[in-house]
């Protein structure tokens, strides 16, 4: 298709289903050259290698459990995180876009989101996705709530300020990078049969790690039940297709709803964009006023850029901690550290 038609499609709010996989191609693809340039980072700072990477800020994206105790940290204390600055400023981007876009990080940004779509595109395709009933599909959704209650308790309500800051301080804190790097390199036999079964499980069953078991999403979900945004459906314009509900990543009966306001919902527009029927579906600001659908990726993408932006330009990018100290620590014994 010429890149005129397509942009054509886009303002008419089709075609937002291609701009959404490119948009997170290129995310992952991106957070997969970050952690190559990360191994190489690691392998200098470890005494493996004498050729010298610089740490890329970026793979702390990965450490979402260590943004939320320095963010409990920084409304206590008004001082930012120096360790994982970046994992701070991500894991705030993406709370300000649930609250506003609803799950935009989820759906544009993610890169474990765009590999479950893809695993739940293959498995559309090759006729394995199956359709569990309505009671199984809500008892599906229950773990990630309970990991995210769990994590919420440790940190939100047990963690006090002297036990948020001995973690800081602790060689685990520093290297946790390291660790999840190791996670992937030198996965234990459970850890590798645990990670298969996922990924076969995904191609069963739609969004299988996103809408089971993910608490970072639980957590985008329930803050996006504040956002202004929604879609919204008129029933006199419905001609009962279900393409709404096939489509949706979050299994979501569009079809039968006035207002999508589910925190399964993760704002990528797949539902109105698919719609044949005229001014059935639409994309809702306050007001009932209607907005173009490319307004939301655009919006996502530029409140993401602004958080980085403003973190680079005010120094809470860049870990502080010096590299002789990420030598030390990094010779630690990754397999045999513990979390304190």
């Excluded at 008419?12 to 190489?40: D, H, P």
């Excluded at 990080?105 to 993610?110: E, P, T």
């Excluded at 765009?114 to 009933?133: D, M, V």
Aim: charged share 15%.
């Amino acid at each position: 298709m010429p890149p005129q038609a397509f942009l054509a499609d886009l303002r008419r709010g089709r075609r937002i289903n291609v701009l959404r996989r490119i948009v997170q191609a290129s995310f992952t693809l991106f957070c997969l050259y970050s952690g190559y340039r990360f191994t190489l980072f690691y392998l200098w700072a470890s005494g493996r290698s004498e050729t010298f990477v610089s740490r890329p800020p970026s793979v702390e994206a990965f450490l979402p459990i260590g943004a939320l105790v320095n963010l409990k940290r920084l409304l206590l204390t008004g001082q930012f995180d120096p360790i994982h600055p970046a994992g701070l400023t991500i894991f705030m981007a993406a709370l300000l876009i649930a609250l506003t876009l609803r799950k935009g990080f989820c759906g544009w940004i993610c890169p474990v989101g765009f590999a479950s779509n893809l695993a739940e595109a293959a498995g559309r395709k090759l006729k394995l996705l199956l359709t569990p009933p309505a009671w199984l599909d809500r008892l599906l959704l229950a773990p990630k709530y309970l990991l995210l209650l769990f994590f919420c308790y440790l940190i939100l309500l047990r963690m006090d300020l002297a036990a948020i800051e001995t973690f800081n301080s602790t060689t685990y804190n520093l290297v946790v990078d390291a660790k999840m790097l190791y996670f992937f390199l030198a996965p234990s036999t459970l850890t590798l049969w645990i990670l298969i079964a996922l990924a076969v499980l995904s191609f069963f069953l739609r969004n299988f790690w996103c809408r089971t078991l993910c608490p970072y999403g639980a957590l985008l979900g329930l803050l996006a039940l504040a956002s202004p945004l929604r879609v919204r459906r008129e029933e006199k314009n419905c001609i009962s297709c279900s393409k709404c509900d096939r489509v949706c990543p979050g299994a979501i009966r569009v079809s039968v709803k006035a207002s999508v306001l589910s925190p399964e919902c993760i704002g990528c527009g797949e539902c109105v964009s698919i719609c044949p029927a005229k001014e059935c579906l639409t994309l809702n600001a306050p007001g009932r006023r209607k907005l173009p659908l490319p307004a939301l990726p655009a919006a996502v993408l530029t409140f993401f850029f602004l958080f980085y932006g403003w973190a680079l330009f005010t120094g809470h990018w860049h870990s502080q901690v010096p590299l002789e100290v990420l030598q030390k620590a990094y010779a630690t014994d990754l397999e045999t550290l513990q979390h304190p």
